[in-house]
């Protein structure tokens, strides 16, 4: 520990000590920053890399063991932060103003912190049932806002479109996992360092899919509203 380590950070905005928001990206133009097992990585995303796999397989388990407060990850490159280099970090992405430090240390979204409260808290989510989460078959995460929560009811056992199956009892939405997103797949996949071409009719295929996905959502009177290949 260094000298001011234990020095209040006036920049950093104290939400309840019990917001279990953490394992999940807080994304920017250049990868992303999270807090997972109270380290906190900072991911530069570069294709075919393990940045790239970090952010693409949402796989917790193959970031780096560590003891060291921090990493940063560029491409494979991974460099080990110290206490002072990792506070400074945070304070550049709150002062920024796009999320908030809650007393745990974990980054949050400000804007987003109160919606994920409601949802949490809402009769909707309650009444989902308790699964025993499946990292095989499972993708967990903290539900946005009320209106996702909805959504995702709404749209269950529609085809092409992402399938809810419960809740946790810390607090995040269970849905079928699906594999690695469309960014990823357009980065590769790669053997023996080449990549390899994907096939066009795969191509194809996925335009129907995305297509015929937005097409039962709007019969549902949803709006999608952030379509990117990071989330197809």
Request: glycine content about 6%.
């Amino acid at each position: 520990m260094t000298q001011n380590d234990d020095i209040e950070d006036p920049y950093i905005e104290q939400a309840p000590p019990d917001w279990p928001l953490c394992d999940s990206w807080i994304t920017n133009t250049r990868g992303g920053i999270m807090i997972h097992n109270n380290t906190f990585y900072e991911v530069q995303r570069v294709p075919n890399t393990l940045s790239d796999r970090l952010m693409g397989e949402d796989d917790f388990g193959i970031l780096p063991p560590t003891t060291a407060p921090g990493f940063l990850i560029i491409g494979d490159k991974v460099e080990e932060l110290t206490s002072v280099q990792v506070r400074a970090k945070k304070r550049e992405v709150v002062e920024k103003g796009e999320v908030v430090e809650n007393a745990d240390g974990n980054l949050v979204h400000s804007q987003g912190l109160e919606d994920t409260r409601l949802a949490i808290e809402s009769e909707e989510f309650k009444s989902l049932p308790i699964v025993k989460v499946d990292p095989a078959t499972h993708h967990v995460k903290l539900p946005r806002s009320l209106r996702e929560v909805k959504n995702l009811i709404t749209v269950r056992a529609v085809p092409y479109l992402i399938q809810l199956v419960g809740r946790t009892e810390e607090g995040r939405v269970v849905t079928l996992r699906y594999g690695q997103d469309l960014t990823s797949w357009n980065m590769g996949p790669f053997v023996d360092g080449a990549k390899v071409q994907l096939p066009q009719e795969w191509k194809y295929q996925w335009v129907v899919d995305i297509v015929l996905a937005l097409q039962n959502l709007h019969k549902l009177g949803i709006l999608h509203g952030d379509l990117t290949t990071n989330n197809v």
